[in-house]
């Protein structure tokens, strides 16, 4: 367990200023700090109180998995994110069961679920940062059922090629076909396909270190379509 | 325009009876019931704040539609209901556009966007109620995501035409092919094919006049698999 940031605590809560220091006090009894490596296991669709979970530096990949080992992402948490779906213990109407997994060495910020609960069953900002942090989540998913139902394959592919890139900081996506699968909510084999398709056309090299982007204006112009 | 019913209010909106007269005459002040025949479009995704929508009696279906024309439902409406999404002017992280039709007469209430935020800016359970309702949706909108990413269209038909059915309250199922295409962000070609083999296997009967159940046990061991 890592020293707890008060500093991350008011910038990532912005009602934090405004609770009265008993209350500040009380949520850092609740909440702990936390290191873990890459491809670990925060939160499983098993569990519902995990806690509300913030993130200091890393990155996470919230997503669905079916029985049979389907899966598709959600969204992303990186530096400075709040996640509530991980403490949907506290949420009436949310029926949902998402899994989360850090994707790089991630520092985070776990509160208690009923510790913030408590909170927000008498204060006004915190329920308010849970209703818009909510809601971000919900435009994210939004923006995933568009692609999956609106969008062909390719444009959706080279989309996700672009994010990912974005998120890796260059040219390169260093991912499996699976991988990739799993981030879409498709088939191996439907992946390998497309990326072949998008060598032959000199978008992308494929090799067994990942994926090249190689003309990023034809990519752009594919997810822009 | 209808004249006020104050009962449907206060069961509707559970934060009715904790508001001060002064704030109930102001909220009522803003607010108007409609009765709109079938088929009305009551929200489209270029407006943002159509407002707060309460559904008195009848049927409304949300939904996404593409530029090309595609749609998808993302839930019903029905007596009791209440949706924020025809008020996202007011929701600074809603990022998404919605279109909202009748689906049979209904009788709803319009409260004025800018009154509901203003009473959620002072006042908890308001809020709460907010957040509770954005939650509800986003479960909706999840468990179509369930069905598009992990079901094969077969299952996903089955669930379809039994919650139709059920909601028509009997057996039949009086839409066209390319409305259910249109509900389950299909092509109306997928939807022909399916149910032609559906009758095939004695599951329905397909006529002019719409299609018909004849064999629930199987849908449902379908609809569940």
């Not at 913030?54 to 919230?62: E, I, M, N, T, W």
């Not at 978008?203 to 822009?224: F, H, Q, T, Y």
């Amino acid at each position: 367990m890592e020293p707890l940031d008060l500093r991350f605590l008011e910038e990532t809560f912005p009602f934090w200023k405004g609770l009265t220091l008993r209350e500040q006090q009380k949520l850092l009894s609740q909440t702990r700090c936390y290191v873990y490596p890459k491809g670990s296991r925060i939160h499983s669709g098993l569990e519902r109180c995990t806690g509300v979970l913030a993130v200091k530096r890393g990155q996470l990949r919230a997503y669905l998995m079916s029985d049979e080992g389907k899966e598709i992402t959600l969204y992303r948490l990186l530096d400075g994110d709040v996640c509530f779906l991980s403490a949907s213990c506290i949420l009436k109407n949310i029926s949902f069961d998402i899994y989360v997994d850090t994707e790089e060495e991630t520092e985070l910020y776990l509160i208690q679920a009923s510790a913030y609960d408590a909170l927000g069953k008498s204060n006004l900002a915190v329920q308010t940062f849970l209703q818009e942090t909510i809601s971000a989540r919900f435009s994210d998913v939004m923006w995933v059922v568009e692609q999956i139902v609106f969008m062909k394959f390719d444009r959706r592919l080279a989309i996700f090629l672009l994010e990912q890139a974005a998120l890796e900081g260059n040219d390169a996506v260093t991912l499996t076909h699976e991988q990739i699968a799993h981030h879409m909510g498709s088939a191996r084999e439907v992946v390998s396909r497309m990326l072949k398709y998008f060598q032959n056309e000199g978008l992308v090299e494929v090799s067994r270190k990942g994926i090249r982007l190689l003309d990023r204006k034809a990519l752009n112009a594919l997810a822009r379509e």
